[in-house]
C-alpha cells in the first residue's frame, strides 16, 4: 500500500507551525526536563467563541488539521483518522480531580466529554460538518502507525479518495510527576540540543500534533510518498531487529534514516547496534532534541522525512556525521520506545 502525503502541518516545540517545517535556525531550551509546544494564534484558524471551550490539546489538533487541509487545497476529507498514546490528558485530569474534589457530585460533564482520545477527531469533524469515516487509534506507541495504515487501507479500496491522518499528545505536570516516577525522564534538567550527547539514564519529555493529507495521486501540493510501513513488537534481540527492518526496506538500503535516538543509554544501545549493523554507511539523522520523546513522536520525524525529500535540505541540527551533497530519494523513519514497540516508516521523493 502506498499514499501520497499532500499536506502537512505540525505544532511542536520548534517553529514548525508558523516558521516553515523544516528548522533553520533550532529552538534551544535551557535547564530543562519537558518540552512544550509553540502554540499558534489560534483565532487565525478556530472561531475564538469555539476555541474557548477547547482544551489546550483539542486547540493544538484542531488547528493542525485545519491549516493541513488548507496546505492540500481539500475543504472536507473523504475520512478523519488520528493516533494518540494517551489522548486528553488534561481534561482526564480535570475530571477526576472533580471527581475526587466533590465527593462525586455535581460534576461539570465538560472535562469528562472532552477526556475521551477520539474527542480531537470529532471536534476537526463537528467544524468541517464532516460525516465521513472518523477513526481513533489509541495504541500507545503505536498510534501513529495504526492510524496511517488504517488511511492506506482506505485509500488502496477505494473508501476515500484523501484522508486526513493526525497524531498528537501532550505533556501535563501531572502525568510528568508519574512518568517521572517511573524513571522516564532525566534526573538533572539540561539543554535539548545536547540531548544526544547527554548519557545516562532517561530523556526529556515532549508532546506535539502533526497532520497529514494522504491521496492515493500526487498533486502540486506534494511532499513524499509512504511506501511501507511495519510495526514490530518487544523483538527477541538486535538480529530480530535487524531481520525485521530488511523486510521494511524490501532488502534495499534507504539513502537516509532517522532515528528516535533520546539520549537514554540503555535504550540508544539499539540505535548504536543498527548503525553499526543494518544501517552501516548510511547517513543518520536525530530529532528527539527537538520535540522531546512521547508516543506519538515519530510524527514529528515522518513531518521532517517528508520536508527533507520535498525541499532537498537536511537541517544541520539533526545530523549525526558527515552527508553527502545530494539528498537521497528515500528516508526511512526508525523509532522505538523503550525497546518494546518498534516502528518503520519509509518515504521516498515523488
Known amino acids: 500500500m502506498e499514499a501520497y502525503i499532500n ?15 523544516l528548522p533553520i535556525e533550532p529552538v534551544g531550551y535551557s535547564g530543562i ?23 489546550r490539546i483539542i486547540r493544538m489538533g484542531v488547528c493542525a488539521a485545519l491549516k493541513c487541509l488548507s496546505e492540500a487545497g481539500i475543504r472536507n476529507p473523504g475520512a478523519i483518522i488520528t493516533g494518540t498514546g494517551l489522548g486528553c490528558v488534561e481534561d482526564t485530569g480535570k475530571f477526576l480531580n472533580s471527581v475526587y474534589e466533590n465527593e462525586e457530585k455535581l460534576l461539570n460533564p465538560t472535562p469528562f466529554i ?28 503505536f498510534s501513529l502507525e495504526s492510524a496511517l495504515i488504517d488511511g492506506l487501507m482506505l485509500l488502496n ?24 516516577r517511573l524513571g522516564f525522564w532525566k534526573r538533572q534538567a539540561i539543554d535539548n540540543l545536547t540531548l544526544g550527547n547527554s548519557g545516562g539514564r532517561g530523556t526529556i519529555a515532549g508532546e506535539g500534533a502533526a497532520f497529514f493529507m494522504l491521496a492515493g495521486s500526487r498533486t502540486e501540493t506534494s511532499y513524499a510518498k509512504i511506501c511501507s510501513i511495519r510495526m514490530l513488537y518487544r523483538p527477541s534481540g538486535i538480529d530480530e531487529t535487524k531481520s525485521w527492518i530488511r523486510e521494511v526496506t524490501g532488502n534495499g538500503n534507504p539513502g537516509l534514516v ?6 537514554d543509554e540503555k535504550t540508544d544501545t539499539v ?28 510524527a514529528f520525524a515522518l513531518a521532517m522525512a517528508a520536508g527533507i525529500l520535498r525541499e532537498k535540505r537536511i537541517p544541520e541540527i539533526m545530523k549525526t556525521g558527515r552527508f553527502p551533497d545530494v539528498v537521497p530519494s528515500r528516508i526511512l523513519v526508525y523509532n522505538h520506545l523503550r525497546n518494546t514497540d518498534h516502528s518503520a516508516i519509509l518515504v521516498e521523493s515523488c
Not at 520548534?14 to 516558521?19: L, R
Not at 470529532?122 to 469515516?133: D, E, G
Not at 532517522?258 to 539520549?263: A, E, H, R, Y
Not at 543494518?278 to 512521547?294: D, R, S, T, V, W
Open 33 to 55: 526536563r519537558s518540552l512544550k509546544c509553540i502554540e499558534p494564534k489560534y483565532s487565525d484558524f478556530i472561531d475564538p467563541m469555539v476555541s474557548r471551550r477547547m482544551s
Open 157 to 180: 479500496e477505494g473508501s476515500a479518495e484523501n484522508v486526513l491522518v493526525g497524531a498528537l499528545d501532550e505533556m501535563t505536570p501531572e502525568l510528568f510527576s508519574i512518568t517521572d
Open 7 to 21: 499536506g502537512i502541518s505540525a505544532i511542536s516545540p520548534q517553529n514548525t507551525f508558523s516558521g516553515g517545517l
Open 114 to 141: 472532552q477526556s475521551t482520545h477520539n474527542t480531537v477527531a470529532a471536534s476537526i469533524a463537528l467544524l468541517l460538518k464532516c460525516n465521513n469515516y472518523n477513526s481513533t487509534y489509541g495504541h500507545r506507541a
Open 258 to 263: 532517522i532515528l528516535g535516538i533520546n539520549g
Open 271 to 298: 540505535y548504536e547496534q543498527l548503525i553499526e549493523e543494518a544501517f552501516a554507511g548510511i547517513p543518520a539523522l536525530y530529532y528527539k532534541h527537538l520535540c522531546g520523546e512521547y508516543d506519538t513522536s515519530a
